[in-house]
């Protein structure tokens, strides 16, 4: 059999497929159409990937990418050019209110894949920027339920789930009021809910105790207050009966939900993170999340394997968009991939602290197959 595209010798990390070791992998007409070692047949185009890392396309969880629709929005292609990831899962930067532009102008045209948590609140995140920050859950007037319900049944292809924010920040004197009508709308579409957090009140275990199996809650491993830890380093009773039923815990690092003291106490205890997500906007893509290799990386000096790592970034956060054709290399699945390389080196990773950790090695992205065909190469990968 002839294939459109064959890429060889690559150490093949799938934990779709419990998969750690070298192997070839094979795209036709936009799928994955093999894997295996020494695949046989021809292609119309080879390359050799030995001693690079190739993995299922990077999903990220958690970006603002409705770029000039949103002060907070980047350019999904440029992104996806940084950082290896294939598809960038916006959330809740459009709501119903504005949501049929960011389909129209954005994630139809982007040839990285785009899908959407629709916001609760009418438009978005509407209000984000260095100097005007307003946080889009503060007024009830604003929560849109109906709205919200008619729009997720216009976009099922693209809408999967449904966003609102929580915190002294993001919904002041409302509370936890917007995720009462978060869940109803998700309950009415059957579809997940994704909840931020950010400082209290309400509480983070007030929070969580709502969340349902399947629901995601972005900013696991923010620093106090409202951190998941209690004052004598113990994971809240909360978010151990959350993981439970099924609740995903996901990073969405961003400018302010990352801390290195969170996050090694959070290891200590046995309490890793499902999704690891990197919650870039115009605010933190120049520091200090950066990207999702970036993102990523800094689960390496904290003892996280590589396959757990590529797990958090591929197979669990498909499993929690409901996409199985997404973050798996098994044939007739997506023809979506991300190479990587681990390099040696001086680096040093910020927290949304200030705190630095020198490491001597990270992950760089050196290129993705989106749709089974090259969307970037690293000029690495390109001689
Ligand atoms: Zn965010």
Redesign the pocket.
């Known amino acids: 059999m002839t294939f459109d595209l064959i890429l060889r010798n690559a150490r093949v990390i799938d934990p779709g497929q419990g998969l750690d070791e070298v192997h070839d992998v094979a795209f036709t007409g936009g799928k994955v159409a093999a894997i295996g070692k020494s695949l046989p047949g021809e292609a119309r185009e080879a390359k050799d990937l030995t001693g690079y890392i190739l993995t299922p396309g990077l999903i990220d969880l ?3 990418v409705y770029w000039g629709g949103t002060s ?1 929005g980047i350019d999904a292609e440029d992104f996806a050019r940084t950082t290896a990831v294939t598809t960038a899962v916006d ?2 930067s459009a709501g119903p209110g504005n949501y049929p532009g960011f389909r129209k102008h954005v994630i139809e045209p982007s040839a990285v894949r785009i899908l959407a948590y629709l916001h609760v609140s009418f438009a978005g ?1 509407y209000g984000f920027s260095k100097r005007i920050m307003v946080g889009e859950s503060h007024d009830p007037r604003l929560l849109a339920a109906r709205e919200a319900v008619e729009v997720a049944h216009s976009d099922p292809k693209n809408i999967i789930g449904i966003k609102v ?1 929580i915190g002294r920040h993001a919904s002041g004197p409302t509370g936890i009021d917007p995720l009462v009508v978060a869940l109803q709308v998700a309950d009415e579409t059957a579809l997940p809910v994704m909840c ?1 957090i950010d400082e209290p009140p309400p509480s983070y275990e007030a929070v969580v105790d709502m969340l349902r199996p399947g629901d995601v809650l ?2 696991c491993y923010r620093p106090f207050p409202n951190s998941p830890l209690t004052g004598d380093g113990e994971v809240k009773p909360a978010l151990l009966a959350a993981r439970e039923r099924g609740v995903y815990f996901d990073i ?1 690092h ?1 400018m302010g939900s990352f801390s290195w003291k969170t996050a090694r106490g959070m290891m200590d205890k046995g309490f890793p993170p499902d999704v690891i997500s990197s ?1 870039v ?1 115009a605010l933190c893509i120049d520091g200090p999340a950066y990207d999702q290799v970036t993102t990523m990386s800094k689960f390496m000096p904290l003892g996280m394997s590589l396959y757990d790592i590529v797990r958090a970034s591929t197979e669990i956060p498909a499993r929690a968009l409901r996409r199985p054709g997404l973050g798996s290399l098994k044939p007739g699945t997506e023809g979506d991939a991300s190479i990587l390389s681990v390099r040696q080196g001086d680096f040093a990773l910020e927290d949304v602290l200030g705190e630095v950790v020198k490491v001597k090695e990270r992950l760089f992205a050196e290129g993705c197959i989106i749709d089974g065909k090259w969307f970037h190469q690293s000029e690495g990968l390109q001689s």
């Open positions: 958690h970006t603002h907070l959330t809740g995140i924010r931020h972005t900013h969405g961003g919650d906007h």
